[in-house]
């Protein structure tokens, strides 16, 4: 059973730093691709950034130089290092693991990031 453990949220002034970790288990499956949305109250939820198998990043505009994403494939864990943080980041943010065969997305509980001005 895929589990996505996520760790690293919570409250930051404008212009901190946040890491959120995402810990997977249970994977049998080749990854297509991984990465990390967001949602914030009362909006859609938004593709912050991902990484494909090989290696390929993407970002949202909003958060490109400010947010790198990374993976640790001996500790089955991703990272979202996010800087220069503001009020509009504030959002509960998910990580997600993409299947390479049947494109099922599997998804950690989320973890609240709040940004104060």
């Known amino acids: 059973q895929v589990q996505l453990v996520e760790s690293g949220g919570g409250l930051v002034q404008a212009g901190g730093s946040l890491r959120l970790s995402c810990a997977a288990s249970?994977?049998?499956?080749?990854?297509?691709?991984m990465g990390w949305y967001r949602q914030a109250p009362g909006n859609q939820q938004q593709l912050v950034a991902a990484v494909t198998d090989d290696g390929s990043t993407n970002y949202s505009d909003s958060v490109k130089g400010r947010f790198t994403i990374s993976r640790d494939n001996a500790k089955n864990t991703m990272y979202l290092q996010m800087n220069s943080l503001q009020p509009e980041d504030t959002a509960i943010y998910y990580c997600?693991?993409?299947?390479?065969?049947?494109?099922?997305?599997?998804w950690g509980q989320g973890t609240q990031v709040t940004v104060s001005s």
């Open positions: 249970g994977i049998t499956f080749r990854i297509n691709a």
């Open positions: 997600y693991v993409q299947s390479r065969w049947s494109r099922n997305n599997y």
